[in-house]
């Protein structure tokens, strides 16, 4: 039996929000209610994770990234260089795994998530610059996962993390390197 591919897709109204649930209604709600305005509008650009399977296509991830920029004095001094004040930047706005996908050792989804905004963050660096991505994570339990993904406390904020575009494309480059599929 074929393994199921996944791909990323720009949020459209095409997709079936629905059936999405990360098990926090919250995220849930601003999926369905509010993730295509915000495309629309220009606030965010928001990416499905749509799993291929043999019932059909389904959604089973998304994030949503915007521009944004960040005070030089709300990060450490290794990341404020550049001149520019506010540091221009992206935040990653939303991120959510369907609950039924988590803890998949084998496909990885929450890594292909943060992976799927890495890929874009760098997209959008190369041709409109940018030199950090930034994240509020919703609580302290969090934290350990963002940081698992390189995230860096910024000392400001204890929920608030950051990431260098650089050490972005260090990881990017380090995992394809080691063969992983990132993106089928």
């Known amino acids: 039996m074929p393994q199921p591919h996944h791909r990323f897709e720009p949020a459209g109204p095409h997709h079936d929000l629905t059936t999405f649930d990360c098990g926090d209604e919250r995220y849930d709600r601003w999926l369905r209610a509010s993730a295509l305005s915000a495309v629309r509008s220009g606030t965010a650009a928001v990416t499905v994770l749509v799993r291929d399977a043999p019932s059909g296509a389904r959604v089973v991830g998304y994030f949503a990234l915007a521009p944004t920029g960040v005070v030089r004095g709300a990060v450490p001094g ?3 260089s550049g001149g520019l004040d506010p540091i221009p930047g992206y935040l990653l706005a939303k ?3 369907d609950h039924t996908y988590r803890g998949d050792q084998v496909n990885l989804w929450g890594t292909q998530l943060v992976l799927g905004a890495f890929r874009q963050v ?3 660096s190369a041709t409109g610059g940018g030199r950090l991505l930034v994240v ?3 609580n302290e339990g969090l934290v350990p996962w963002y940081r698992g993904h390189g995230f860096l406390p910024t000392g400001v904020d204890p929920l608030r993390l950051y990431l260098k575009i650089a050490t972005i494309r260090r990881y990017v480059d380090d995992y394809d390197s080691r063969g992983t599929a990132a993106s089928e």
């Open 78 to 80: 290794s990341a404020r």
């Open 95 to 97: 991120l959510a795994l």
């Open 122 to 124: 760098l997209a959008a």
């Open 136 to 138: 509020d994570a919703d």
